[in-house]
T-cell receptor, first 111, second 114 residues
C-alpha cells in the first residue's frame, strides 16, 4: 500500500463545477503539499500545509491531521484548471525534507 | 516561472552512455532536490543537497551521482544508461533544508534513452 493515496485517479468536470480531490496518508507527516503538473510537464507548488486551511484565489486546501486526510477544492472550475494534481508529504521520520508523492489526479474541465 | 532553471530541456542518448543534468536553484535557496518521474514509478525522490553537502538520499541508483557546487548549482550524473532510465528529471529548491520549506520546481529535463 502506498504511503500517500489520492482519489479519484481521473476526474472530468464541466466548467463552473466545484471540484474536490482527496488525499490520505498512512504515516506521520511534517507537512503536506499540493502540486499542479500541466501537460507540458512543469510542476507548480500550490499549497504547503501543516494544519488547518489555506486559500489562494479559487483554490482551497484543507488538512485534518487526526484523520490523516487532506482535500483540494477548486471553485468555479475552468478549462485552464485541467492538469494533474499531486499530493505529496514530508514524512516525519525521514531526514531532510524530501517529498513522498501520491499518484496524482488527472483533472479535465470541459467548456 | 519558479526561478529554478534546468538544462538541457531534452536529452536523447543511447544505452550505456553517460549524461549530466544541471540545475540552478532560486536565488537565495540553499537546498536542492532531485526527483525522477517515470511512467511506471511516478514521482520519486532521488537525493537532496544543502549548502554543498548531501542531506538525504532516496531511491537513487548506484549508477547515478550528484553534487552541489559552491555557487549552489547542482548536477546529476547518470551513467551506464539503460532504457528504464528514460524519465523526466526534476530539480527543486528551497531556502532551507527543514520539513516545512516550500519547494520550487524547475521545468524538468526529459531524458530519452534509445
Amino acid at each position: 500500500k502506498n504511503e500517500v493515496e489520492q482519489s479519484p485517479q481521473n476526474l472530468t468536470a464541466q466548467e463552473g463545477e466545484f471540484i474536490t480531490i482527496n488525499c490520505s496518508y498512512s504515516v506521520g507527516i511534517s507537512a503536506l503539499h499540493w502540486l499542479q503538473q500541466h501537460p507540458g510537464g512543469g510542476i507548480v507548488s500550490l499549497f504547503m500545509l501543516s494544519s488547518g486551511k489555506k486559500k489562494h484565489g479559487r483554490l482551497i486546501a484543507t488538512i485534518n491531521i487526526q484523520e490523516k486526510h487532506s482535500s483540494l477544492h477548486i471553485t468555479a472550475s475552468h478549462p485552464r484548471d485541467s492538469a494533474v494534481y499531486i499530493c505529496a508529504v514530508s514524512l516525519q521520520e525521514t531526514s531532510g525534507s524530501r517529498l513522498t508523492f501520491g499518484e496524482g489526479t488527472q483533472l479535465t474541465v470541459n467548456p | 516561472d519558479s526561478g529554478v532553471t534546468q538544462t538541457p530541456k531534452h536529452l536523447i542518448t543511447a544505452t550505456g552512455q553517460r549524461v549530466t543534468l544541471r540545475c540552478s536553484p532560486r536565488s537565495g535557496d540553499l537546498s536542492v532536490y532531485w526527483y525522477q518521474q517515470s511512467l511506471d514509478q511516478g514521482l520519486q525522490f532521488l537525493i537532496q543537497y544543502y549548502n554543498g553537502e548531501e542531506r538525504a538520499k532516496g531511491n537513487i541508483l548506484e549508477r547515478f551521482s550528484a553534487q552541489q557546487f559552491p555557487d549552489l548549482h547542482s548536477e546529476l550524473n547518470l551513467s551506464s544508461l539503460e532504457l528504464g532510465d528514460s524519465a523526466l528529471y526534476f530539480c527543486a529548491s528551497s531556502v532551507l533544508a527543514g520539513f516545512n520549506n516550500e519547494q520550487f520546481f524547475g521545468p524538468g529535463t526529459r531524458l530519452t534513452v534509445l
